[in-house]
């Protein structure tokens, strides 16, 4: 369904997906692969084009989740956050040049998005989530499948790039590990979390 579409079906279906997602009902669609070529020519990255009326769902979870992961992460990081940008993440890896900072380390978590454990995703999201109805939403949509070809693949782990959805719920685990890989140094890292599973070190010995 293309987007200048979506008004009028929802004036027609909303009442039903709105009880359903209330019911705890609510079935999403398989997400539609798209590759796309990974920077560098590394290679392609699949991604998981939801459907419009999905997309309008996971837009809602991503508001209401993102206050509730947000305050976790660290103050370093600076990927998928509001009110952080890029720009401010090169400003402050300026300010460790300046400080005379002169070790990088970048990590690059190979396949993490394909990788993320269902189980351990949302062990973790329900330590902050309790509304039941969301976790449920949130396991469906991870396990909603892909489509390829007209074929639909089960998704038993990992997590599609491409929706609204992924940043706070599936960041959250990568930014505790952004965290923890704080420590081994003798002051705080640069810790700037693409949404690629990809990390940048800055080494502020």
Partial sequence: MPVDRLRPYLRERWPRIKEELLDGGYKPSPVRAVEI?????????????????DRLIQQALHLVLTPVF???????????R?????????????????????WVVDIDLEKFFDRVSHDVLMSRVA?????KRVLRLVRRYLQAGM???????????GTPQGGPLSPPAVEHPA???GQGAGTAGTSRPRASWTGRGTGSFSDTR
């Fill in 127 to 131: 330590r902050k989530v309790k509304d």
């Fill in 70 to 80: 947000d305050p976790g992460f660290s103050e370093s990081s600076y990927g998928f």
């Fill in 82 to 102: 509001p009110g952080r940008s890029a720009h401010q993440a090169v400003l402050k890896a300026r300010s460790h040049v300046a400080a005379g900072k002169r």
């Fill in 175 to 177: 930014g505790r590990a």
């Fill in 37 to 53: 070529p990974k920077p560098g020519g590394k290679g392609m990255r699949t991604l998981g084009i939801p459907t419009v009326v």
């Fill in 147 to 157: 489509m390829a070809d007209g074929l639909v693949s089960a998704h038993r782990e």
